[in-house]
């Protein structure tokens, strides 16, 4: 599967360190976009998806989309998705880096 030029393998080393399990679901041939899951201990019962999209000219995107915790329904709870997205410039090297700033500051210190 396509990574649409992320270094996965930094993000995932990097996303570790924070606790932050990382999976690739989707790639495509194309490696125009890639979507990523994440879960972590920090946020139990709870994961987020990573859209990467790298069209070949900047701005290449990053959206985070955290879904709520896995919980038993309860009468007058509302559904809620958390989405965020950032416009990555300058070299790809640096886009993991950026990603995890990202789940630092939606996923892990979110709602």
């Known amino acids: 599967m396509g990574t649409a030029g992320l270094d996965f393998k930094r993000l995932s080393g990097l996303l570790q360190r924070i606790k932050v399990d990382c999976t690739l679901v989707?790639?495509?041939?194309?490696?125009?976009?890639?979507?990523?899951?994440?879960?972590?201990?920090?946020?139990?019962?709870?994961?987020a998806f990573i859209t990467y999209e790298n069209q070949g000219a900047e701005p290449r995107l990053a959206g985070i989309r955290i879904e709520p915790p896995l919980m038993e329904e309860k009468s007058g709870q509302s559904f809620w998705i958390t989405e965020e997205t950032i416009r990555l410039r300058g070299t790809c090297v640096d886009d993991a880096k950026k990603i995890v700033e990202l789940v630092e500051q939606t996923f892990l210190r979110g709602n």
């Open 26 to 47: 989707e790639g495509d041939e194309a490696q125009d976009h890639c979507i990523l899951r994440l879960s972590s201990v920090k946020r139990p019962g709870q994961v």
